[in-house]
């Protein structure tokens, strides 16, 4: 199949839609610091009957987090724990992402969570690219070849945070920690990267 990478999700759930019923399509990232969001969500379009061919499908397209030792992720855990608190099977979930190999956090997940490692969602992995969403299209379009004046650089480096996520709050904690604001910086705005801190 030749696709497009522009359209590489578009052509993706054009094929699994001749195939089975589509109940919503959510995005992980939009959910991964809010999963009460995603409960809300899904309970509110939760269908009091599926039928062989309804699923959800589920694109994941970020990094996930990890405590040490834990050999899965919080989103994932925390989508199989929404999933079962709102008492819809795991098992209506397509799970598109670029994490090559993902299988294997769900089945040791599903292993924990109902004591086997068989009930997971169905799995396409490597399969979705930052072009996938436009990104690369959508930054291009602005971008510039602007030539740097060593001489004028002020600051070590900076550090340029959007949206509020566990791994910018540990970023910023580092350099705050480490009275490195002053040589680096930083800013921390969901709305865009207006705010300096």
């Not at 694109?59 to 405590?67: A, S």
């Not at 959508?138 to 002020?154: A, G, M, P, T, V």
């Not at 680096?184 to 990267?193: A, L, R």
């Amino acid at each position: 199949m030749n696709l497009n990478f522009l359209d590489l999700t578009e052509s993706i759930l054009s094929t699994i839609k001749s195939t089975i019923n589509i109940v919503d399509v959510i995005s992980l990232l939009d959910f991964d610091s809010d999963f009460e969001s995603l409960k809300k969500r899904l309970s509110d379009n939760k269908k009091h009957h599926y039928t062989n061919s309804d699923y959800y499908v589920i694109v994941h397209v970020d990094t996930d987090y990890y405590l040490p030792k834990c050999p899965y992720g919080f989103s994932i855990f925390n989508l199989y724990k929404t999933f079962k608190e709102i008492d819809v099977d795991i098992r209506k979930i397509i799970f598109l992402t670029n994490h090559c190999g993902i299988r294997k956090e769900f089945e040791i997940l599903s292993e924990v969570m109902y004591g086997s490692k068989n009930i997971t969602p169905e799995i396409i992995d490597n399969t979705i690219t930052p072009f996938a969403h436009g990104c690369a299209s959508l930054y291009s379009k602005e971008y510039e070849d602007k030539k740097i004046n060593i001489e004028r650089i002020e600051h070590h480096g900076i550090c340029m945070m959007g949206k509020p996520r566990v791994h910018r709050n540990a970023i910023f904690n580092h350099l705050k920690k480490n009275h490195l604001l002053d040589k680096i910086k930083t800013s921390y705005n969901s709305d865009g990267w207006a705010n300096e801190i």
